[in-house]
């Protein structure tokens, strides 16, 4: 089974509708991330939480928000979606450390129409 | 923000050859990644260096760690078709923790 698991893999949805991505995983690590992924611009953080009780924004948080409901659960929320919001959204997890590893679930393709 | 910037962006070349991709920042790092990703998956990392000036080999890829830790370089020799991907550095701030920054990202492919 994947360590880091994400729902749904492909989601279609129109402008104006609130979406909910989910992340769960099972590595027992403490922090956890949400990316967006566009072409030509990498990966550019959104949201990130270094345990259940600690929220964070990243670069681009305008236009979402996030829930940790346990160690091993992150959801992002796009309260009112917008095409500019159509890309790839990658969760991830890691250690603590300078030599942070981060595991990356496979992702969910957004479109907003 | 601090920024990091590969270069190329897209790399197209026949199987065999030799690449090198570049990662490059204005600002200080105190180790930094490199990750590959495949179409449809997560990106997953290849290798962590930490020390300036340092080189490590994973069979035919050489990563190296700029003297001044704000760059990086990524050698692939002979290449093969399955080093195709995306190939993305990944930079870990100096002073206390903060988050990674991810480059902006070199697409290769490498042709039978």
């Known amino acids: 089974d994947a360590d880091v698991t994400q729902t749904p893999r492909n989601r279609i949805t129109k402008t104006g509708k609130r979406i909910m991505l989910e992340c769960s995983q099972t590595?027992?690590?403490?922090?956890m991330y949400w990316y967006r992924q566009d072409p030509g611009l990498g990966l550019r953080l959104i949201y990130y939480?270094?345990?259940?009780?600690?929220?964070n924004k990243g670069e681009i948080s305008d236009g979402y928000s996030v829930s940790r409901q346990a160690q091993a659960k992150f959801s992002l929320s796009l309260e009112s979606a917008i095409p500019n919001q159509t890309a790839l959204y990658f969760c991830?997890?890691?250690?603590?450390?300078?030599?942070?590893?981060?595991?990356f679930g496979p992702g969910t393709r957004l479109t907003v129409l | 923000t601090q920024l990091l910037e590969q270069s190329p962006q897209f790399l197209s070349i026949q199987e065999g050859e030799n690449l090198t991709v570049y990662c490059n920042s204005s600002?200080?790092?105190?180790?930094l990644q490199w990750y590959r990703q495949e179409p449809g998956e997560g990106p997953v990392l290849l290798v962590t260096?930490?020390?300036?000036?340092e080189v490590k080999k994973l069979k035919r890829l050489t990563f190296q760690f700029g003297d001044a830790r704000k760059d990086s370089s990524l050698h692939i020799t002979a290449a093969q078709p399955g080093d195709t991907g995306l190939y993305l550095c990944?930079?870990?701030?100096?002073?206390?923790?903060?988050?990674?920054?991810f480059g902006t990202g070199t697409k290769l492919q490498v042709i039978p």
């Open positions: 991830a997890t890691s250690t603590s450390g300078r030599l942070d590893t981060q595991y």
């Open positions: 590595k027992g690590h403490d922090r």
């Open positions: 939480s270094f345990d259940v009780k600690d929220i």
């Open positions: 600002s200080v790092f105190s180790s």
């Open positions: 260096v930490v020390t300036g000036g």
């Open positions: 990944a930079g870990l701030p100096s002073g206390g923790y903060q988050k990674v920054t």
